[in-house]
């Protein structure tokens, strides 16, 4: 069963600049979870999409945002991009019943903002 | 404020020895802990979890305790091997909120 995958693996922008990051959840898996990882606060969590809807919201500003699909897939935007926005971003997928389901990580797309 | 804290930031220990990472968290509402792992390049990788209804959960080397009195969890890892060495996530969740909340992990040095 093929895993969670994230794209691109990298990218660079500059400030001003927007991007969007794209994951694929593992087969099956109705719930996309969406996580910023800095090296001073860990892992945060964005917002989770199930069922093309988003059910639950971090505390980021409204530049952060996403969609789920149809077929579960599901982008992350990020608009007017700042250089604290240099993180690692993590996608995670889950049947999606509860939080409490085990989530399962893509590998991560690793934002530079310059 | 971080309803999740693992207040050492790195820990080392020697292989075969027993590793001892600790969790302390806030809110007395979350009922669902668990422990993540991750690799440098890789996403996290769940390794246990356990609900607020028990005080211990073991899986091979790996045990869960859990003291709700103190809002605390920790993780021990007997007898640490070579590939143990990671950053350690623990996070907890209440189902009334829906939304996992994680720490700023804890990175394990297994040394020889």
């Known amino acids: 069963k093929a895993g969670v995958t994230q794209t691109p693996r990298y990218l660079i922008k500059t400030r001003g600049q927007q991007v969007t990051l794209s994951c694929s959840p593992i087969?099956?898996?109705?719930?996309v979870s969406w996580y910023q990882q800095t090296p001073g606060q860990g892992l945060q969590f964005l917002f989770e999409y199930f069922s093309e809807t988003q059910r639950n919201k971090g505390n980021f500003p409204g530049r952060f945002s996403g969609r789920q699909f149809s077929n579960s897939r599901s982008e992350m935007n990020v608009s007017t991009l700042e250089l604290g926005d240099s993180a690692l971003y993590l996608c995670?997928?889950?049947?999606?019943?509860?939080?409490?389901?085990?989530?399962?990580f893509g590998p991560g797309t690793r934002l530079t903002v310059l | 404020d971080q309803q999740v804290k693992q207040n050492s930031p790195s820990l080392s220990v020697q292989e075969g020895r027993i590793s001892i990472l600790n969790c302390d968290y806030t809110n007395s509402m979350f009922d669902y802990f668990l422990w993540y792992k991750k690799y440098p390049a890789e996403g996290p990788t769940f390794l246990i979890s356990?609900?607020?209804?028990?005080d211990k959960n073991e899986d091979g080397r790996f045990t869960v305790f859990l003291n709700k009195s103190a809002k605390h969890l920790s993780l021990h890892i007997v007898p640490s091997q070579p590939g143990d060495s990671a950053v350690y996530f623990c996070?907890?969740?209440?189902?009334?909120?829906?939304?996992?909340?994680f720490g700023k992990g804890t990175r394990l040095h297994i040394l020889p």
């Open positions: 356990i609900s607020s209804i028990k």
């Open positions: 995670a997928s889950s049947f999606g019943g509860t939080s409490a389901d085990t989530q399962y």
């Open positions: 996070a907890a969740n209440y189902l009334l909120d829906d939304k996992i909340i």
């Open positions: 087969s099956g898996h109705r719930s």
